[in-house]
């Protein structure tokens, strides 16, 4: 296992964290789709300038993508959306848990049949243990 690309999803996990906890503020104080719109609208602007001065691939790509694919921001959208509403009312650890649950899911689902070109790791019992400690752990983090 490569432990620097392990540190680094560490890190970007932890810097959604964060993001979580300020979008649950902003959506309680200037509103849920507000806070999402705000969030997202700074995202991209970030990776705009980022495509400018450091891109190296090509926009034009996206063409030879099927065209539901061109709407596969929407997902993220929708969880900043999510995480705006959810934060306040369960708190910012129970949310990003079931979060990552949901992620770790659908994760194992691409691994295990190699989907969008990626590599294919079945679905075994060590998997499956590692689902259900998610699952145990969502409880204890949400149960009052």
Do not use: C
């Not at 979008?23 to 705000?38: C, D, P, S, Y």
């Not at 190699?114 to 679905?123: Q, W």
């Amino acid at each position: 296992m490569n432990w620097f690309f392990l540190l680094l999803s560490i890190i970007g996990g932890a810097g959604l964290a964060f993001q979580a906890g300020v979008n649950g503020e902003l959506g309680k104080r200037m509103g849920t789709i507000e806070a999402a719109f705000v969030a997202y609208s700074v995202g991209t602007l970030a990776l705009l300038l980022g495509t400018i001065f450091f891109g190296k691939g090509s926009l034009g790509a996206l063409f030879s993508f099927h065209t539901w694919k061109w709407f596969i921001g929407v997902l993220g959208a929708l969880y900043i959306f999510i995480m705006v509403v959810t934060i306040p009312r369960v708190g910012a650890a129970t949310a990003i848990i079931a979060a990552i649950l949901g992620q770790l899911v659908i994760g194992m689902i691409i691994d295990h049949f190699g989907l969008f070109g990626g590599k294919t790791l079945p679905i075994n019992f060590d998997r499956i243990a590692g689902v259900v400690l998610m699952v145990i752990s969502l409880f204890l983090f949400f149960k009052k």
